[in-house]
């Protein structure tokens, strides 16, 4: 079985294959991930949602990040792992954003990184690229950008179309290799995806889009409470695992675990 690199992903647009990327944060994931041949894993900043517990993700740092990404790149030798850049990590020049990627590099192997922002970003994207770090883009709701945005809502609505497709086509020009698109209308997403070279990444943008994501524990049902319109669950893995600790805790409340063969 191939390794996937950047290169690969603009050879499937040409070819007009789709492809998926879930996000992965611990090593014993990746194993599976890179076994079901994900072509590409994101250490997504939804770390701080989903392993870390913040409510956003805004508190996470670049060195809460950087062990996790080390771990996805030991269990996952054959996928494309690309590392978010954490809200305060690039923002403030072309130069924050070269430090912060070169850190993540020279730490952790990942072979891109991901950043949020269209235009505004721009400068940034063509700095790490022109340094041979590969950039995913990412617009439309850039949850980094809650507070901004004034909550989770779809992007790109009526007059502000021509704002994300002035995003899409600005990180393409600033050399980005991707961009996801999240929570924008299908169409629109459609639409930029037949403008753009690179290819799109789509999560709550249809199903026009050249590849989609989702974060693994939506997408495998570990996740509690409400979750998004975009999310499919295709699986139960959270029903499975409390199962599992409920069976061994009882097991070992009736004395019937460990049983001779677990012995010593
Ligand atoms: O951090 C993340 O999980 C992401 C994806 C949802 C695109 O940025
Ligand atoms: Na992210």
Known sequence: RRVTRVQHLAQMKAEGEKWSMLTCYDYSTARIFDAAEIPVLLVGDSAANVVLGYDTTIPVTIDELIPLIRAVVRGAPHSLVVADLPFGSYEASPQQALES???????????????????????????????????????????????????????????????????????????????????????????????????TVGIGAGNETDAQVLVWQDMAGLTHGKTAKFVKRFGEVGTELRSAAEQYADEVRRGTFPAPEHSY
């Open 101 to 199: 990627a070169v850190k993540v590099f020279k730490e952790t192997g990942a072979h891109a990184v991901k950043l949020e922002g269209g235009e505004r970003v721009a400068d940034q994207i063509a700095t790490l690229t022109a340094a041979g770090i590969p950039v995913m883009a990412h617009i439309g709701f850039t949850p980094q950008s809650v507070n901004g945005l004034g909550g989770y809502r779809v992007q790109g609505r009526g007059d502000a179309g021509d704002q994300l497709i002035a995003d899409a086509i600005a990180v393409q020009e600033a050399g980005a290799f991707a961009v996801v698109m999240e929570m924008v209308p299908a169409d629109l997403a459609g639409q930029i995806t037949r403008k753009l070279t690179i290819p």
